[in-house]
Structure formats: C-alpha cells, structure tokens
C-alpha cells in the first residue's frame, strides 16, 4: 500500500454532523456506502479478493484535549488514556479505507481487550462476530482532503469503542464499478427471462 497517510478523529477540522446536515452534498452512491450498517471490512474485502491488504499505521496511548470527543465516550476525565489505532485497507499501492479506533482505558477490559492483539487483523471482523454488539448513529464529516468520513460509537457489554473510517476516491471509483457490473448482469438475466 502506498504512503502513510492518515486521518485523526480528533482532529478539529472535521466537522462530525447529523447525515441529514450532508444530505444535500452527497450523491446517492455516496450516502449508500457511507451509510452502510454492516461490516464495512466485509465490503472492501468482497471487493478486493485476494489482493486485500491491511496495514497498522498507528498504534498508541492517548489523551484527547477536546471536552466534546470525550463526552461521546461518557464522563471521562481530562486525563483519561485512550488507546488509538490508524489503519488503512485496501490493496497494495491504494488506500481504500483510512480508519481511526479509539478505545478508552476504562473500556479495555473483557472482549474489548482483544483490539490489543490484532496486530493486522481488522477490528471489524472481530466486533461484527460479537452476538452483543450494538451500534450508535453515524456521523459524517468531509476531510480536507477530500475524503468523506462517518464514525460511530459500539457498545459491547456496554463498553464504547468509536471508529472512523474514511473512504477514498479509489474506493468509490471500485465500489461504482462493481455496482455498474453487478447491475448490467442483473439487467441481462432480465432481457433473457423477458426474450
């Protein structure tokens, strides 16, 4: 995959809203991807294949200086630590997805403690296995560069992670070509039955 970028939730350019705030900036292919329930995992690597990568950009403990990210977390303190993992997906030499989890401490114990052995596995695999696991409305921003993002909160045994993930023009530039492909044979069986 090709250089280390990365995008930080916590950054103070983005502007996390409501879908509804973005409704009128977004295509229709684009709201469908972005506002997609399941394993977002799932979906690139569906459309990768074989050549599906995924590579740790960043891993480490932090603390997080705006009042607002950590009151999505409940009532944590300032100086609460929180675990950060950047990733990207994709296949080599194209980033398709750059994601942002962040784990509070307090959360880190029981089944969340397993996003500290990862290592290159994705985190998606693992939560969307758990019969427990709940998930928060999205929110969505646009990144300076373009990239159009969503995060959300996951509780498992009411324990909150939040992820972020940010979908590149590589990824929808794929993602509207398998649709294109999948609706031009959906339309041939059609014309065969009708024939």
Not at 37 to 64: D, I, P, Y
Not at 112 to 119: K, P, Q
Not at 141 to 170: N, Q, Y
Request: with cysteine; charged share 20%.
């Amino acid at each position: 995959m090709k250089s280390p970028d990365t995008i930080d939730i916590a950054s103070p350019d983005l502007d996390w809203d409501s879908p509804s705030a973005y409704q009128n900036r977004l295509t229709s292919a684009i709201e469908s991807e972005l506002l997609q329930h399941g394993s977002l995992t799932a979906r690139v690597k569906a459309l990768a294949g074989q050549s599906f990568q995924l590579q740790v950009r960043e891993q480490c403990w932090r603390e997080l200086e705006a009042d607002s990210l950590r009151a999505q977390f409940g009532p944590v303190a300032h100086g609460h630590k929180f675990w950060s993992r950047k990733i990207a997906m994709g296949i080599e030499d194209s980033d398709w997805i750059l994601a942002h989890t962040l784990l509070p401490a307090h959360g880190a114990e029981g089944p969340l403690a397993a996003v500290f052995s990862l290592n290159n596995k994705p985190l998606g695999e693992y939560l969307f296995q758990q019969p427990n696991l709940l998930r928060a409305n999205f929110q969505l921003c646009r990144s300076a560069s373009g990239h159009w993002g969503r995060r959300s909160l996951f509780f498992l045994h009411d324990k909150p992670i939040m992820v972020a993930e940010f979908f590149t023009a590589e990824f929808f530039a794929i993602a509207n070509a398998e649709t294109a492909k999948t609706s031009q044979t959906v339309s041939g069986k059609e014309s065969i039955k009708a024939s």
